[in-house]
């Protein structure tokens, strides 16, 4: 790993680590199926009482709770029909291109060697690399992180950041907390009465080193 990258952990110290973390889903989730694109998960704390059932020979699943029925289709390869009271999701794809449909929106995510490229009802989200430099661009305008010998910027719509390595392995930070500056997504959550698709960009573009060294917050959602 290089030294840059290391530090760049360092850049995002003050992001909050996922405390009771699934390892694969983040937060409070617990993790149905790992797919190449991310997760199938469902939320403990929301369903509270809850029964969760799977056909072996047909694949499909229920979980059932105070939120309601929740039924799973495996739909291919990497892809289900995720069929709630309230919600459904499709969800389609591999590492590096994945389709869902929440509701009547289509979100897609590509990867390609320009970046990340992500579209949604609301919006077109960036993010490329460019050597050591990371920009990230949205509805929210644009988020520009800088490397200069391990000396870290942020300047994004919110102001400025800083992160300066000292002697003796200490740093210093300006313009915390890092979270305020928008862009910095390490996925994008789907939920279903309970049920949800965590689109996991670390999977997804694994030599962004925004995305590797982010922990499970912040993220798209959509509910």
Same mark, same amino acid.
């Given at each position: /790993?290089k030294?840059?990258s290391?530090?760049?952990?360092?850049?995002l110290?003050?992001?909050?680590?996922?405390?009771?973390?699934?390892d694969v889903?983040?937060?409070?989730?617990?993790?149905?199926?790992? %797919?190449?694109? @991310?997760?199938?998960?469902?939320?403990? #704390?929301?369903?509270?009482?809850?029964?969760?059932?799977? $056909?072996?020979?047909? !694949? %499909?699943?229920? /979980? #059932? #709770?105070?939120?309601?029925?929740?039924?799973? &289709? %495996?739909?291919?390869?990497?892809?289900?029909?995720?069929? !709630?009271?309230?919600?459904?999701?499709?969800?389609?794809?591999?590492?590096?291109?994945?389709?869902?449909?929440?509701d009547?929106?289509v979100?897609?995510?590509?990867?390609?060697?320009?970046g990340?490229?992500?579209?949604?009802?609301?919006? $077109?989200?960036?993010?490329?690399?460019?050597?050591?430099?990371?920009?990230?661009?949205?509805?929210?305008g644009?988020?520009?992180?800088? $490397?200069?010998?391990g000396?870290?910027?942020?300047?994004?719509?919110?102001?400025?950041?800083?992160?300066?390595?000292?002697? @003796? =392995? =200490?740093?210093?930070?300006?313009g915390?907390?890092? /979270?305020?500056?928008? !862009?910095?997504?390490?996925?994008?959550?789907?939920?279903v009465? =309970?049920?949800?698709?965590?689109?996991? &960009?670390?999977?997804?573009?694994?030599?962004?080193a925004?995305?590797? &060294?982010?922990e &499970?917050?912040?993220?798209?959602?959509?509910?």
């Amino acid at each position: /790993m290089k030294a840059s990258s290391v530090l760049f952990a360092g850049l995002l110290t003050c992001l909050p680590l996922a405390v009771g973390a699934d390892d694969v889903s983040g937060p409070r989730r617990m993790t149905l199926a790992d %797919e190449a694109w @991310g997760t199938l998960y469902y939320v403990p #704390s929301t369903l509270v009482t809850y029964r969760y059932t799977r $056909n072996t020979e047909s !694949g %499909e699943r229920e /979980m #059932s #709770s105070n939120q309601g029925k929740v039924k799973i &289709f %495996e739909a291919g390869i990497g892809a289900y029909d995720v069929v !709630g009271p309230k919600h459904k999701l499709k969800v389609e794809g591999t590492s590096s291109d994945v389709k869902v449909t929440f509701d009547k929106g289509v979100y897609t995510f590509s990867h390609s060697a320009a970046g990340l490229k992500i579209t949604t009802p609301k919006g $077109n989200y960036n993010y490329t690399n460019v050597g050591e430099d990371i920009t990230s661009t949205g509805p929210f305008g644009k988020t520009l992180i800088r $490397n200069k010998n391990g000396h870290y910027t942020v300047t994004s719509p919110k102001g400025d950041y800083s992160y300066t390595p000292l002697e @003796g =392995g =200490g740093f210093e930070v300006h313009g915390g907390p890092l /979270m305020n500056h928008p !862009g910095l997504y390490r996925g994008a959550c789907f939920s279903v009465d =309970g049920v949800g698709v965590f689109i996991d &960009f670390r999977k997804m573009d694994p030599d962004n080193a925004l995305f590797r &060294f982010l922990e &499970f917050q912040p993220q798209l959602e959509y509910k």
